[in-house]
């Protein structure tokens, strides 16, 4: 198992707006992976309504993880996403 903590750098959390980047980066990313705040039950990173119903406020902790192979950079991808912010994810991050 692969993860990365994270504080989530947009102001607004996890909703709307930055979710939807989150997830589209996620399924991009073609690996599994999960979100947890951090020491709640992981979701599907990859499901809208999972990551919304996970109320991440900006500057709280969530964790990353996953188990397949090749994980490890794809979660780093995924964790300056989160970290930063970003309006989109680089393509060469």
Same mark, same amino acid.
């Given at each position: 198992?692969?993860?990365?903590?994270?504080?989530?750098?947009?102001?607004? /959390? #996890?909703? !709307?707006?930055?979710?939807?980047?989150? $997830?589209? &980066?996620?399924? @991009?990313? +073609?690996?599994?992976?999960?979100?947890?705040?951090?020491?709640?039950?992981?979701?599907?990173?990859?499901?809208?309504?999972?990551?919304? /119903? #996970?109320? !991440?406020?900006?500057?709280?902790?969530? $964790?990353? &993880?996953?188990? @397949?192979? +090749?994980?490890?950079?794809?979660?780093?991808?995924?964790?300056?996403?989160?970290?930063?912010?970003?309006?989109?994810?680089?393509?060469?991050?």
């Amino acid at each position: 198992m692969v993860e990365r903590r994270v504080t989530v750098g947009w102001t607004e /959390g #996890l909703h !709307a707006r930055p979710a939807s980047i989150f $997830v589209r &980066a996620t399924t @991009a990313s +073609g690996v599994p992976v999960t979100i947890a705040k951090a020491d709640g039950k992981p979701v599907n990173a990859a499901s809208m309504l999972a990551v919304l /119903g #996970l109320g !991440a406020q900006g500057g709280e902790e969530v $964790v990353l &993880a996953s188990e @397949a192979d +090749g994980s490890e950079a794809a979660l780093d991808r995924l964790a300056k996403l989160v970290t930063e912010g970003l309006d989109e994810l680089p393509e060469t991050v």
